[in-house]
C-alpha cells in the first residue's frame, strides 16, 4: 500500500481547500492510502476569534493534529502552507522545527516530499515559500516533486490563477474573501495525483 500524508495549516480556509483537492488527485492512484492532517495553532483563540479565524477553522476543526512521528508512517508527504512575507506560516515552521528525531535517525530519507501555498497576491511570494520549503525537504533527504508543465493548467492566461512548477498554489485576495478557483484546485488535484504517482513507482521500486 502506497501511503500519501497531506498535511497543511490554514487560517482562513484557502490552503485547507487545497488540501482536499490534493487529497483527492492522490486517492485517484491505485492502491493508495490517504492521510489529511493539520499541524498545531499557535495563536492565542482571543485572537484568532477577533480576526475572524476561528470561525472558519470551524470548517476543518475534525481534521487531526498531526505529531512529527507520524511522518515516518508515510511514503510521501504533502505539505501545504500560507504564505507570511515570502516564507512559510509560523505553525507550519514550528511543526518542522520539531522534526529533528527525524532527521537525526534519517526516518525521512528517500520519502517523497512536496508542497503547495497560497499567498494573498500575485506577487506575495509564492514560489519564494514553496522553494524555501524544499530546503528544509532535502535536509530530510526527500525527493521533491512539483508539478510538470503536462499541467496544462499552469498555461491558463485568460484568468488571474495560482499555480506554478514548484507546486500548486492559491491566491487569498488582500481580505481574503477570494476562494481557489476551478482551474488552481485542478492544478492542486493533478499534483496529488501526480505525486502519489512517482512514491508509488519507487514503492515497486521502479525508475520514475
Known amino acids: 500500500m502506497n501511503r500519501v500524508y497531506v498535511v497543511f495549516y490554514s487560517m ?3 490552503v485547507w481547500r487545497m ?3 490534493v487529497a483527492s ?16 495553532e499557535l495563536v492565542p483563540e482571543a485572537a484568532l476569534a477577533q480576526s475572524g479565524a476561528l470561525e472558519a477553522q470551524k470548517a476543518f476543526a475534525h481534521v487531526p493534529v498531526i505529531e512529527p512521528e507520524q511522518l ?12 507570511r ?11 518542522l522545527d ?7 535517525s534519517g526516518a525521512l530519507v528517500g520519502k517523497v516530499g512536496s508542497v503547495f501555498a497560497s499567498t494573498a497576491t500575485q506577487h506575495g511570494g509564492q514560489e519564494t515559500t514553496i522553494t524555501g520549503f524544499h530546503t528544509t525537504l532535502l535536509h530530510h533527504g526527500m525527493v521533491i516533486v512539483g508539478v510538470p508543465y503536462s499541467e496544462t493548467r499552469l498555461l491558463e492566461m485568460g484568468e488571474i490563477t495560482g499555480g506554478t512548477p514548484y507546486g500548486a498554489t492559491t491566491l487569498a485576495g488582500g481580505d481574503g474573501s477570494r476562494m481557489p478557483t476551478e482551474n488552481e484546485l485542478g492544478i492542486a488535484r493533478f499534483q496529488g495525483r501526480h505525486v502519489a504517482g512517482v512514491s508509488a513507482r519507487l514503492k515497486r521500486g521502479a525508475v520514475v
Not at 25 to 40: N, Q
Request: charged content about 20%.
Open 25 to 40: 488527485g492522490a486517492s485517484d492512484v491505485a492502491d493508495t492510502e490517504i492521510g489529511l492532517y493539520r499541524v498545531p
Open 12 to 14: 482562513y480556509g484557502h
Open 72 to 83: 515516518a508512517e508515510a511514503d510521501a508527504i504533502i505539505f501545504g502552507t500560507p504564505t
Open 85 to 95: 512575507f515570502g516564507n512559510m506560516a509560523a505553525q507550519m515552521r514550528n511543526f
Open 19 to 21: 488540501a482536499e483537492a
Open 98 to 104: 520539531r522534526t529533528g528525531k527525524l532527521w537525526l
